[in-house]
């Protein structure tokens, strides 16, 4: 089972040669999920070797069009590849008004039914649950309604051992339940105990997303502990005036939201197109959580210790 995000744009509103605007793709034990869908997202997916059809969830986390500019074409290129599988949309309201006036008007019927879940950035909540992981949103805070997302691995199954049930008498249908951390008695009144056949479960993992949003620690809460943050990181401290007009944060601010919840490791994305480097963006973020990391675009991370 793997838990990893590719980064299909890292740039903000004006996309360049080298950033798209803002998209990523997080496979989470099998759970295929799209955040944000700026423009050019679906060129994005092709060119990273992404499975079109596997993505069942997306994320919109609010409606500045380089967050989901790109979402319209994205559906529209399913249906003409057979896709017959319904999606899932989780996004400001007014979302499913204009994807479907879209569709609507460009004669885009499509050959799959797609389910919207409002989410309005004003409260958190869990949108999304299965037996393996959990979807949690969060509000941020911008210049519109904007959605924060948390996806975790819920408390995985201990191990079994096999060197131990070899010769034990077990029957097959008393391993789940050792698995799920339960003794044992037989029919004989014969006890098994968990521990002696069974390792504790591997670790589980989160990975916290935090779109466009000024410095705010109110969202601490909401992504303390998570294994990885991703914070946007529009400008550098020289700009922070500029960060602060426009409901966005620095790459430094990033970093204080990563100390404050004591995160393992911190991406930085969405960065401005008026820099031609990234140099003080990672220079000014590692002088306060050294374990950090700016994102380009293609670029695949493990979410894990």
């Not at 997306?58 to 999606?87: A, E």
């Not at 911008?142 to 975790?152: D, E, S």
Request: aromatic fraction near 10%; hydrophobic fraction near 40%.
């Amino acid at each position: 089972m793997s838990f990893e995000v590719t980064i299909l744009g890292s740039g903000a509103a004006v996309p360049t040669l080298r950033r798209n605007p803002t998209s990523q793709y997080v496979v989470c034990n099998d759970r295929h999920i799209l955040i944000d869908c700026g423009e050019g997202t679906q060129m994005q997916i092709r060119k990273f070797g992404i499975k079109f059809q596997r993505i069942n969830h997306i994320l919109i986390s609010h409606l500045h069009g380089d967050h989901f500019f790109g979402l319209v074409g994205l559906l529209s290129t399913m249906h003409l590849m057979g896709r017959d599988k319904g999606v899932t949309i989780y996004g400001p309201h007014e979302l499913e008004l204009i994807v479907r006036t879209q569709l609507e008007v460009g004669g885009g019927k499509l050959n799959f039914d797609l389910v919207f879940v409002a989410i309005n950035g004003d409260e958190s909540k869990l949108i999304f649950e299965d037996n393996l992981i959990e979807i949690h949103t969060f509000p941020l805070k911008h210049r519109v309604p904007t959605n924060g997302f948390l996806i975790k691995e819920k408390l995985k199954e201990r191990q079994l051992l096999s060197d131990a049930i070899k010769g034990a008498g077990l029957k097959l249908e008393y391993l789940p339940r050792l698995k799920k951390g339960e003794d044992v008695v037989d029919e004989n009144g014969n006890l098994f105990s968990f521990d002696e056949f069974t390792a504790p479960p591997k670790p589980s993992y989160s990975y916290a997303y935090c779109s466009d949003t000024t410095y705010w620690e109110t969202i601490i809460p909401h992504i303390e502990n998570a294994t990885v943050l991703y914070h946007e990181a529009t400008f550098i401290e020289k700009d922070k005036e500029r960060a602060k007009a426009t409901f966005h944060s620095t790459a430094s601010q990033a970093a204080k939201i990563a100390v404050k919840a004591n995160v393992y490791k911190l991406l930085l994305g969405h960065l401005s197109a008026r820099y031609d480097s990234t140099e003080i963006h990672l220079s000014e973020a590692k002088v306060i959580f050294n374990n950090s990391i700016v994102v380009e675009d293609g670029e695949k991370y493990i979410i894990s210790r």
